[in-house]
């Protein structure tokens, strides 16, 4: 039964393909006229041509290949809706990176804000130093020869670690002026060693001891250069504050307190008491 079936059902579908280009070639009432099918109707008609073309390219493929034929289903408007999801996924991604990346945007320029403003800091800073250098060599009387150690510096010991290592020794046995002299030295001949800045320190310990507050304060001044993280930087600006207030320059002094407290917040308890005392007796502004 299935045999006899099939020849009728190619006769069904030819005959569709017949009637196929004669219904679709049907001529258009003209423009003037009315319709007679109805937006329905036109739909039908456009779903039946439809319906016949696919008949016919199953037809011509069973005849041509002789394969039996699998008709995949019309799934056009479901794949535009997967199509449509995904665009819509897509979209949702990209706004979410686009706000990912102008929140980074954001932190960068605020990031470069923020440097800027510490580099404008530092060199006001700096500035600042300098021209308090500048202030304490001006009040400064020409040093007679044996200020800062006597004689020139002799010649380098080759050494500095020795070298720095005797003039601590100096000082700790009160032997201020030996130790002044070798601080002094040590200065001149390495500049640029690790422990200059140290060197320099020590040295205006040395000469406040002995009431030369003028150059003790630029021996301080060299020594924090730079605001150091060391154990003596804390101590070595107060020190420069205590001198600049025996040099009758309270403003400076009070200046250089507050950025004492500012660098060195953890100062330890000594120090901290003799910079409130400082402050104090500079009448510097609560």
């Not at 009315?34 to 937006?39: F, I, K, Y």
């Not at 990209?94 to 530092?122: C, F, P, W, Y």
């Not at 003790?216 to 150091?228: H, N, T, V």
Request: net charge positive; hydrophobic share 45%; proline share 8%.
């Amino acid at each position: 039964m299935r045999a006899r079936r099939l020849p009728v059902m190619l006769l069904a579908l030819a005959v569709l393909g017949t009637a196929g280009p004669a219904m679709s070639q049907t001529p258009l009432p003209p423009v003037d006229q009315p319709d007679p099918l109805d937006a329905r109707d036109a739909k039908r008609v456009e779903r039946m041509e439809k319906v016949v073309r696919e008949l016919r390219a199953i037809v011509f493929q069973l005849r041509d290949s002789g394969k039996p034929v699998v008709v995949q289903p019309a799934d056009t408007d479901a794949r535009m809706a997967e199509m449509a999801d995904k665009l819509n996924d897509l979209e949702s991604t990209l706004r979410g990176l686009n706000g990912s990346l102008e929140g980074v945007t954001r932190d960068a320029d605020l990031a470069k804000r923020e440097n800027t403003a510490l580099k404008t800091q530092i060199q006001t800073l700096n500035d600042r130093l300098a021209a308090l250098e500048g202030k304490v060599a001006a009040v400064q009387a020409p040093p007679p020869a044996d200020t800062l150690g006597g004689a020139a510096p002799t010649a380098p010991a080759g050494d500095p670690a020795k070298d720095f290592t005797q003039a601590r020794q100096l000082m700790l046995a009160g032997d201020y002026d030996a130790a002044e002299n070798a601080f002094a030295n040590y200065v001149e001949i390495y500049p640029d060693a690790p422990r200059t800045a140290e060197a320099r320190y020590w040295l205006g310990k040395t000469l406040s001891v002995r009431g030369a507050h003028a150059n003790a304060a630029q021996a301080y001044i060299g020594a924090i250069r730079g605001w150091p993280q060391t154990t003596w930087a804390p101590d070595a600006v107060v020190e420069l504050a205590r001198s600049l207030v025996a040099l009758k320059k309270p403003t400076d002094a009070c200046q250089t307190l507050a950025e004492f407290t500012r660098r060195y917040p953890k100062a330890p308890a000594p120090i901290a008491s003799r910079a409130a005392a400082t402050r104090t007796q500079a009448k510097c502004a609560a």
